[in-house]
């Protein structure tokens, strides 16, 4: 299975992904970290069975995380429910509805493997047959 990450501070989060394919998910997990929106200019989002994005992308990124979102979502309309939003600002959710991208699922930074397991099985679970 495969999870894209958009996060360019992954080192910040990276033991919380890998203890979670460890403890969950036997290790079949393969992360595809992208560090800013262009990295992705030619993945098939449709690929990934969750889509993890930091909302406060580098600067050297061509999107944010809202504008990535919106994006993918144009792309196609069901991908939205593999989204998983990683950020630190815990008022996030009014943003978000402000701009049209609500019901996503959030996950709050610092978070741990625990949240991360139970957000990807959440998403792959509500969204079966993949």
């Known amino acids: 299975m495969e999870i894209a990450i ?6 910040s989060v990276r033991f919380a992904f890998e203890t979670a394919n460890l403890m969950y998910f036997d290790n079949k997990i393969d992360f595809v970290i992208f560090p800013s929106s262009q990295s992705a200019n030619h993945a098939d ?14 600067s ?6 809202y504008s990535l979102i919106e994006k993918i979502v144009s792309t196609d309309i069901n991908l ?18 402000s701009r049209g991208l609500n019901n996503l699922k959030i ?11 139970k957000s990807i099985l959440s998403v792959v679970n509500s969204s079966r047959p993949l």
Do not use: A
């Open 60 to 65: 050297k990124s061509h999107h944010d995380g």
């Open 107 to 117: 996950i709050i930074k610092p978070t741990d493997y625990e949240e991360i397991s």
């Open 45 to 58: 989002f449709g690929s990934f069975k969750v889509i993890f994005i930091d909302i406060d992308l580098s």
């Open 6 to 11: 958009f996060e360019n501070e992954y080192e």
């Open 80 to 97: 939205k429910n593999r989204i998983v939003i990683l950020t630190g600002n815990n008022k996030i959710n009014e943003s978000l509805i």
